[in-house]
């Protein structure tokens, strides 16, 4: 478990990181998702014990990774914004030059031959790095993150600039990864922490400005009392079928073509017209083509979250800006 509690990062009077907190449980992928700027790099970097914060504590295990930094880098795989590789090593090199940095106890040769087939890099052990795609580097980046058979992962951006097929390749890696590794991954890319994570913290301007899972991050925006549905029949005479329905708030067609209309509709809250929305729809002899609730996208949320809507979906309360 990876827990960050009250961390600030000051530098002199800019807070890169102010006052942030959460947590990431066993088994979890978690993506912290934030514009540039935000302090991603700045909180993995403390995570990691790469630099100092300047107030809270972070703990990998229950380990302060100020009080006992060896202790808690062990169970830490990171790979950084730029991985740091010698391109002019081989990975073989490379990845034993690294397991002897960490120390590593385990047994050498099959070891690091476990990490290169699970990262897909056996057929270039023995290429310089320089020789490699981005793609194979960065999946040498992973292989030095893996060595060792650390619990937690830290990666930042683990997917800037690759090419498309790279990124599928890297964030099914990463899934596959955090079935039996806690990881932290962070990104600007809203639709990528969505593919990959289970929990999203939003990271804006050094505060977090939401911390849940996204489905619930939706939820709390809206709820399922907003549909969007597309309807086969005449627009008029839909809309006041919909507005005749128990519970109906609003209802509006926003378009029109080839005699399908696009309805928004608002019904009371927690009321569900889903079942009588579609009998009434199918009693006219008009046709249901599509039928949603109308959730917030990632981007939406995030847009709403950075762009200084009055909307905080922080779980703490101690919100209060104790500025010094
Ligand atoms: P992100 O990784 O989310 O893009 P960073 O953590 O790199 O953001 O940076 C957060 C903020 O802290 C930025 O405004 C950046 O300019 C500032 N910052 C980062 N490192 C330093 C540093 N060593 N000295 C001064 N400011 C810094
Ligand atoms: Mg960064």
């Not at 790979?79 to 960490?102: A, N, Q």
């Not at 400005?209 to 549909?227: C, H, I, W």
């Not at 926003?254 to 927690?270: D, Q, R």
């Not at 569900?272 to 009998?279: C, G, P, Q, Y």
């Amino acid at each position: 478990m990876i827990e960050v509690v009250n961390l600030t990062k000051r530098y002199g009077d800019k807070k890169a990181v102010n006052n942030i907190s959460f947590k990431a449980e066993d088994g979890e992928i978690l993506g912290f998702l934030g514009p540039n700027g935000a302090g991603k790099s700045t909180t993995m970097n403390i995570l990691t014990g790469y630099i100092s914060c300047t107030d809270g504590k972070a703990l990998i295990d229950g380990i302060d990774i100020l009080e006992d930094p060896v202790k808690a880098k062990k169970q830490i795989g990171y790979l950084p914004e730029i991985p740091p590789l010698y391109v002019d090593m081989t990975v073989k090199e490379y990845l034993s030059f690294i397991y002897d940095l960490k120390k590593c106890k385990l047994p050498k040769i099959s070891h690091l031959k476990d990490i290169c087939q699970l990262v897909k890099i056996e057929h270039v052990y023995n290429r310089m790095i320089k020789n490699l795609s981005k793609g194979y580097r960065q999946r040498v980046g992973l292989a030095q993150a893996l060595v060792g058979n650390p619990k937690t992962l830290i990666l930042d951006e683990p997917t800037v600039g690759l090419d498309p097929n790279q990124i599928i390749e890297i964030r099914t890696l990463i899934k596959k990864l955090g079935k039996n590794h806690t990881v932290i991954l962070s990104s600007h890319i809203l639709s990528e922490v969505q593919a990959v994570c289970d929990k999203i913290v939003v990271i804006n301007d050094g505060k977090i400005v939401a911390n849940d899972t996204e489905e619930n991050l939706s939820m709390k925006l809206t709820g399922e009392n907003k549909l969007s549905a597309k309807i086969e029949g005449e627009s008029e005479k839909v809309l006041r079928m919909i507005k005749g329905i128990k519970g109906v708030i609003s209802a509006e067609c926003i378009s029109e073509h080839k005699g399908v209309g696009t309805y928004n509709i608002e019904a009371g809250e927690k009321t569900d017209i889903r079942k009588e929305l579609f009998t009434r729809i199918a009693s006219h002899g008009w046709y249901l083509l599509e039928l949603k609730t109308s959730e917030l996208s990632l981007e939406d949320i995030f847009l709403r979250l950075t762009m200084g809507e009055d909307i905080d979906l922080t779980d703490n309360d101690d919100e209060e800006e104790a500025e010094d």
